[in-house]
């Protein structure tokens, strides 16, 4: 079994649609929790930073940690074509320096107008 | 201005010759690292090195060798290249400190024929 396990999709949604991206993951000791996005012939940037278990909110995006089940979320309401991209979760079990993180897979999410 | 720029973006070349990746960041960070994508866009960590030492090394061949002259600078020597180190190579950095994970550069795809 992988660390971390992400549906690579592709995920095709109506612009105006909520998204709704998913990872499990088996270790548990895994604290910290971030979603990256990635275009096309780009490096990813970092869109949510989350440690432990909770729910955080920017803008349009929030992401949940449930680390009772091992999953977290990456939810994108009102989505919009320039939301199409590759989308990676990825996690560590501590931040100090030099830790790496474990991505998953990515999901590849397409916007159409 | 670039945070985390590698040099070359494209790199083609053939079986059994020696090519050197460089990066360098600009954000301060004392922790950088090597990440290799793969032609399903698996990210996987080769090296980390915080402040000039090396504090990650995976299971990585030996034809890969890291180095670092200086906290901003990592650079990636590959002897010998293989077909199969055909992928996107990624530089980051990250801040020990803060919990805002890693600043990507924007990869250096390589191609050996």
């Known amino acids: 079994q992988k660390e971390v396990e992400q549906d690579p999709g592709p995920l095709s949604v109506p612009e105006g649609a909520i998204v709704s991206l998913n990872c499990t993951y088996s270790n548990s000791a895994f604290q910290y929790f971030m979603w990256y996005r990635q275009y096309s012939r780009k490096g990813p940037e970092l869109l949510m930073y989350?440690?432990?278990?909770g729910n955080k909110e920017d803008g349009r995006f929030t992401a949940q940690v449930d680390k009772s089940s091992k999953y977290i979320s990456l939810f994108i309401r009102d989505s919009q074509p320039s939301d199409s991209a590759t989308y990676l979760c990825?996690?560590?079990?501590?931040?100090?320096?030099?830790?790496?993180?474990?991505f998953g897979k990515g999901t590849t999410l397409s916007v159409s107008s | 201005d670039t945070a985390v720029s590698q040099t070359p973006k494209y790199l083609v070349t053939q079986m059994g010759n020696d090519k050197s990746i460089k990066c360098e960041q600009n954000?301060?960070?004392?922790?950088m690292y090597w990440y290799k994508q793969d032609s399903k866009k698996f990210l996987k960590i080769m090296f980390s090195?915080?402040?000039?030492?090396?504090?990650i090394n995976e299971t990585v061949p030996n034809r890969f060798s890291p180095k670092s002259p200086d906290k901003a600078h990592l650079n990636l020597h590959i002897n010998s290249l293989e077909l199969g180190d055909s992928a996107v190579y990624f530089c980051?950095?990250?801040?020990?400190?803060?919990?805002?994970?890693?600043?990507f550069g924007s990869g250096t795809r390589l191609t050996v024929v």
């Open positions: 090195y915080n402040n000039k030492e090396l504090i």
């Open positions: 989350t440690y432990s278990s």
């Open positions: 980051a950095s990250s801040h020990p400190d803060r919990g805002d994970g890693y600043t």
């Open positions: 954000l301060g960070h004392d922790t």
């Open positions: 990825a996690m560590s079990d501590t931040n100090q320096a030099g830790t790496a993180l474990i």
